[in-house]
C-alpha cells in the first residue's frame, strides 16, 4: 500500500500558525525540523521558496535564521503602532552583537582553530572579577531573592513540581528531544516504564537530577562531587560506558559547527573542574555564580556526554543555596543558545550569553514569584512543623509506621500535638507520586504505598 505524500509546505505553515497562537512569533529551522519529524534538506528547500514567494520572512543567518509569517509580522507591526506599545517579540540579540554573530557565523573554514584557555577560569577572582556587570547582577538579585530567611532550598521546593516540568522540559528541548508539553507532563506522572525512548530516558533522568539538587544540595553545598552526580543521572541508561558517569572524559570530543577544540586531559579536567567549582563557592552574588558555572562547565566540557545539560542544572546550584527564583532557560531558542556558548567556545566572549541568561532569568523571576504568590501566605503552623512534617511522612510510608507511632518519636509541643496530627494527616492524603520528592521519598516506594491503600492513614 502506497504511503499518502507528505504536504511539508503546509506543514510548516500550520507549525508557524501554531507557534505564533503559543505567542512565539518566529521559529529557527532546526524547532520547525524537529516539530514537523522531517529531513532537515527537505525542510530547507520548503522554507526556501515559501520565502521566495513572500509568504514566510527570514531574519539573519546561519545559527540565527529565524522563520515567520508575514501576515504575523505586518500584524504585530501594526498593533504596535496602533498601542504606542513595542511588541513582544522573542529574545532577540541587541544590534550591537551583529558583528559578532556575523564573526560566529562565517563559513567554518575561515575560523581559526582555538584549544582551551585555562585563564579564563584562572584569572577569575571571586567578588574582583565579573562576568555578569555588577549593577545587572544585582538587579537580578534584588528582584529574585525571596524576602526573609528561610532554609536553603525553600524556594526550590515551593515551586518544585512546576519546577521539574519547565526545568526538564526546556533544558531536553535544547538538546533537540521531541517530546511535546504535555507528553512530558504525562511522562512524569507515569514514571519510567521498559518501552521508555532516548526521549524519555532524557526527560525522566532530568527529573531524577533536579530532585536530587532541590532535596539534597541544601545538605551537600556546591562541591565536585555534587556536579558528578547531577552529570551521572542526567547521564544514566545514555553512555555506551556506563563507568563514563560522572567520570573525567579520557575520549576526545568535538564540537558541531565550531572551531573550538576541548582539552583532552582528563588529570587536567578532573584539576579545572575542582578549581571552578570551589572558586564558584566564593561568589558572593548568586547569580554572578549561577552565571560562572553555567559559563565554566559548558566551556570545559569534563564529561563524555551531557555537559550542556549539567552546566543548565548546575547554574541553579548558588541561587538553590541562597534561596533565588531557579532559571529554567524558559522559551530559549537552539539557535540562540548554540550562538552564546559558540562565542565562549570560539572567543571567550561572554556578551552574548549575558543577555540570554538576563532574558530567561528575568522571565523565570516572574514566573515562579507568580506560583508563590499564588499560593499565599505560607501557613505559620506548617512552617514551625516543616522538617517534623516531612520527617512524619517518610515514617508512615518508609517505615511502615502508624500516625501515632510516627508522632511519638518527634519532639512536638505537647499543645502542638493535636493540629500537627491533623496537618500530618493532611499531608499523606494528598501525597502522589508527582509530588513525594519534597518528603525526599523514592517514587517506586510511593507508588507501592499509595497501591496498597495508604497504610497507617
Not at 547582577?137 to 525553600?154: E, F, I, K, N, S
Not at 519510567?192 to 530516558?201: F, I, K, N, Q
Not at 565536585?224 to 563514563?244: C, F, H, T, W, Y
Amino acid at each position: 500500500m502506497a504511503t499518502a505524500r507528505r504536504d511539508l509546505r503546509a506543514e510548516i505553515l500550520d507549525y508557524l500558525r501554531q507557534q505564533l497562537a503559543a505567542g512565539q512569533i518566529d521559529c529557527s529551522p532546526e524547532a520547525i525540523t524537529t516539530g514537523l519529524d522531517a529531513k532537515r534538506s527537505t525542510v530547507n528547500r520548503h522554507l526556501a521558496l515559501l520565502t521566495a514567494d513572500q509568504i514566510i520572512l527570514k531574519r539573519n543567518a546561519g545559527p540565527a535564521t529565524r522563520y515567520a509569517l508575514a501576515t504575523a509580522v505586518s500584524t504585530a507591526s501594526k498593533a504596535s503602532a496602533a498601542t504606542g506599545q513595542p511588541a513582544r517579540p522573542a529574545f532577540r540579540f541587541a544590534t550591537e552583537h551583529q558583528p559578532l554573530i556575523e564573526q560566529l557565523t562565517a563559513p567554518i573554514g575561515t575560523r581559526k582553530p582555538i584549544s582551551y584557555q585555562r585563564w579564563f577560569v584562572e584569572n577569575y577572582m571571586p567578588n574582583q572579577s565579573a562576568l555578569i556587570p555588577p549593577l545587572l547582577a544585582q538587579d537580578l538579585l534584588d528582584r529574585g531573592r525571596a524576602r526573609g530567611h528561610q532554609p536553603a532550598g525553600t524556594y526550590a521546593r515551593k515551586v518544585l513540581e512546576q519546577l521539574l516540568i519547565d526545568l526538564a522540559w526546556h533544558s531536553s528541548r535544547l538538546e533537540g528531544n521531541r517530546k511535546s508539553l504535555l507528553d512530558t507532563q504525562v511522562l512524569f506522572e507515569r514514571g519510567r516504564s521498559p518501552g521508555d525512548d532516548e526521549d524519555a530516558l532524557m526527560l525522566l533522568n532530568h527529573k531524577d537530577a533536579i530532585e536530587f539538587l532541590v532535596d539534597e544540595v541544601p545538605h551537600y553545598g556546591i562541591r565536585d562531587i555534587v556536579v558528578r552526580n547531577i552529570q551521572s543521572l542526567l547521564m544514566q541508561g545514555l553512555l555506551k560506558a556506563p563507568e563514563a558517569l560522572g567520570r573525567a572524559r579520557n575520549t576526545v570530543v568535538t564540537i558541531t559547527d565550531s572551531v573550538y577544540v576541548p582539552l583532552q586531559i582528563p588529570q587536567l579536567l578532573d584539576e579545572i573542574l575542582n578549581a571552578l567549582v570551589a572558586k564558584s563557592c566564593h561568589i558572593k552574588n548568586p547569580i554572578e555564580a549561577a552565571f560562572f558555572l553555567w559559563v565554566n562547565l559548558a566551556y570545559l566540557q569534563p564529561f563524555e556526554d551531557g555537559n550542556k545539560r549539567t552546566s543548565r542544572l548546575c547554574a541553579n546550584l548558588p541561587l538553590l543555596m541562597q534561596n533565588c527564583a531557579p532559571i529554567s532557560f524558559l522559551d530559549v531558542e537552539p539557535a540562540d543558545y548554540a550562538l552564546a556558548v559558540l562565542a565562549i567556545y570560539e572567543l571567550q566572549d561572554v556578551s552574548l550569553a549575558v543577555e540570554l541568561f538576563e532574558w530567561t532569568y528575568r522571565r523565570s523571576i516572574d514566573k515562579y514569584a507568580a506560583i508563590l504568590e499564588a499560593m499565599g501566605a505560607p501557613d505559620p503552623f506548617r512552617l514551625k512543623y516543616r522538617e517534623m512534617l516531612g520527617e512524619g511522612v517518610r515514617q508512615v510510608v518508609s517505615a511502615a509506621a502508624t500516625i501515632a507511632d510516627a508522632v511519638a518519636c518527634l519532639a512536638i509541643e505537647e499543645a502542638d500535638q493535636e493540629p500537627f496530627v491533623r496537618a500530618l494527616r493532611e499531608e499523606l492524603k494528598h501525597l502522589e507520586s508527582y509530588n513525594c520528592a519534597r518528603y525526599r521519598l523514592g517514587l517506586t516506594l510511593t507508588e507501592k504505598w499509595i497501591a496498597a491503600g495508604r497504610p497507617g492513614l
